[in-house]
């Protein structure tokens, strides 16, 4: 649903935001009503407050909420079925023994937030992370203590390369609508994410990791103890003595088998990010049949589901008969339901808060500060992150915003890709209850709402901040 034409001014509805998140937190944290009746019961009040018409409102709430549900649901469900296979298997055992092999155990959040990296170069924010969250699982498994410890790096990787990287959605369309270069946005923005990443998400991440000790449920090998060690209660190995001891077939799989089957969705939508940069450009006919053919595949639901009957036809064979694949799948899927009804329904609270105008009101209220071209670019996609959660439309409608003043400075397609890195990195900061992306991290690795606040909004800034410093720091350099 498009923003109505605001029923108060900026004061009123940042007022009503700030209300309805607080209540919201209220009710959640203290009341302890569940988050989804507590994020439906918030939007329906909020919309009306806010003065969206009676006969509108109903749309406003399923907007938000469809659209995040459609996005989210199958990506999670796909995802979860891919690491349950490789989960039972032992698959995840050994892509983790790999790494840590490769890097040793004190660098195990290294390794895991590096291959994210290089994982989150073409796959969405929550489409990576849910496919690494066996991985996750079994390296803090392994080694015990805190799963934010091992959680926050990786997840802030994903969200550094979704946030800043072309061919992802929002950098592109800022670059586009700025009038920049998406060559240059790529080969800058790949060492500003890689540098902004290190510094506000790894080294605040395994900080972080260190002072939180949160013991989750593995969704799909049950309760992880925290405590060290693996999921062996007596430590003979054979899982015996541990009724929350995982399924593991055998023989594992080897190293290539899980590679292949991890590299397949990046190959895939690669192609399709690939072949929509070449037709933007005019290199290749879009509209041709093999083109039609490799953006279909390579969209990230199909993309997975492919994965998906892949990982059935390597894994399965030897281990399982492929009828029996559905039991573990559903076991999967079952823990999942919840958080993706809760991700949809921050997705409908963010919705509301766009549909009411208080994005619009705070935006253009910003934008008549004066205020230097970076920096007005930083604060009003912090403004309007804050007010609807949403990254990439903040990141969007800020570029929009300030596209004229762009064009009337002539700026090089450096400077311009510099403060579309200005954009994403308010748009990155401060996520909370409006942002669907808090959900999911909250519920996957298993935190309340207060610890999530304390660990991955501080996170989620922290990167953001570091973007921004490292693109103001560029910017007066060159």
């Given at each position: 649903?498009?923003?109505i ?10 007022l ?15 009341v ?18 806010a003065g ?14 469809s ?10 469900a796909l ?15 050994v ?5 840590i092999n ?28 849910v ?15 805190s799963v ?7 997840a ?5 390369m ?6 992802h ?8 609508l700025?009038?920049?270069?998406i060559?240059t ?8 994410a ?18 939180f ?19 062996d209660?007596d ?17 594992s799989?080897?190293f ?6 991890l590299l397949?969705?990046l190959?895939l939508?690669s ?6 940069t070449?037709?933007a450009?005019?290199?290749?006919d879009g ?8 953006t279909?595949i ?17 894994l399965a064979?030897g281990?399982?008969?492929v009828?029996d694949a559905?039991k ?6 079952g ?6 009804l ?6 409908m609270f ?7 105008g ?24 912090t403004a309007l ?21 762009v ?8 400077k ?13 900061v ?11 991290v909250?519920r996957?690795?298993?935190?309340d ?11 989620e ?13 560029l910017?007066v350099?060159?």
């Amino acid at each position: 649903m498009d923003p109505i034409e605001p029923a108060y001014g900026t004061t009123t509805l940042l007022l009503i935001a700030a209300a309805a998140v607080a209540v919201l937190l209220f009710l959640i944290m203290k009341v302890k009503l569940h988050a989804f009746v507590s994020l439906v019961l918030v939007s329906a009040v909020t919309a009306v407050v806010a003065g969206i018409p009676l006969a509108d409102v109903p749309d406003a709430l399923m907007s938000g909420f469809s659209s995040t549900l459609g996005s989210v649901a199958l990506l999670v469900a796909l995802g979860v079925m891919i690491g349950r296979l490789l989960e039972i298997t032992g698959g995840a055992q050994v892509l983790a023994d790999t790494l840590i092999n490769r890097f040793g155990a004190k660098r195990a959040p290294l390794a895991l937030g590096v291959a994210a990296l290089i994982f989150g170069f073409p796959i969405f924010f929550d489409a990576g992370l849910v496919v690494f969250l066996p991985i996750i699982y079994t390296v803090a498994r392994r080694f015990g203590g805190s799963v934010l410890l091992y959680a926050l790096p990786t997840a802030g990787a994903f969200a550094a390369m979704h946030a800043i990287v072309p061919p992802h959605p929002g950098p592109v369309a800022a670059t586009e609508l700025l009038g920049g270069d998406i060559g240059t946005a790529l080969v800058v923005g790949v060492p500003v994410a890689v540098v902004s990443w290190f510094v506000g998400s790894y080294l605040v991440g395994t900080a972080l990791g260190r002072r939180f000790q949160v013991t989750t449920v593995d969704l799909f090998a049950g309760p992880m103890t925290g405590g060290g060690g693996d999921s062996d209660s007596d430590g003979d190995g054979d899982g015996s003595k541990n009724p929350n001891a995982p399924v593991r077939f055998e023989p594992s799989p080897k190293f290539g088998t899980v590679l292949l089957i991890l590299l397949t969705p990046l190959v895939l939508i690669s192609l399709n990010t690939g072949v929509n940069t070449l037709a933007a450009a005019g290199v290749v006919d879009g509209d041709s049949t093999w083109a039609a053919a490799l953006t279909l595949i390579g969209q990230t639901p199909i993309a997975l589901l492919i994965t998906v009957l892949l990982s059935l036809f390597l894994l399965a064979p030897g281990r399982f008969p492929v009828a029996d694949a559905a039991k573990y799948m559903d076991q999967a899927l079952g823990p999942v339901c919840s958080i993706i009804l809760i991700t949809g329904a921050g997705g409908m609270f963010g919705g509301v808060l766009r549909a009411s105008g208080i994005g619009q009101s705070l935006t253009s209220s910003l934008s008549d500060l004066g205020l230097p071209l970076m920096l007005q670019a930083f604060l009003i996609a912090t403004a309007l992150r804050v007010a609807q959660g949403s990254a990439t439309v903040a990141l969007t409608t800020t570029a929009g915003l300030i596209a004229v003043q762009v064009g009337e400075q002539d700026l090089s397609n450096f400077k311009v890709a510099l403060l579309v890195f200005a954009l994403a990195a308010g748009a990155t900061v401060l996520s909370h209850v409006n942002d669907s992306g808090f959900w999911l991290v909250s519920r996957f690795f298993g935190m309340d709402e207060k610890t999530t606040l304390k660990t991955w909004t501080v996170m989620e800034t922290t990167l953001g901040l570091a973007v921004f410093a490292l693109a103001s720091l560029l910017w007066v350099v060159f």
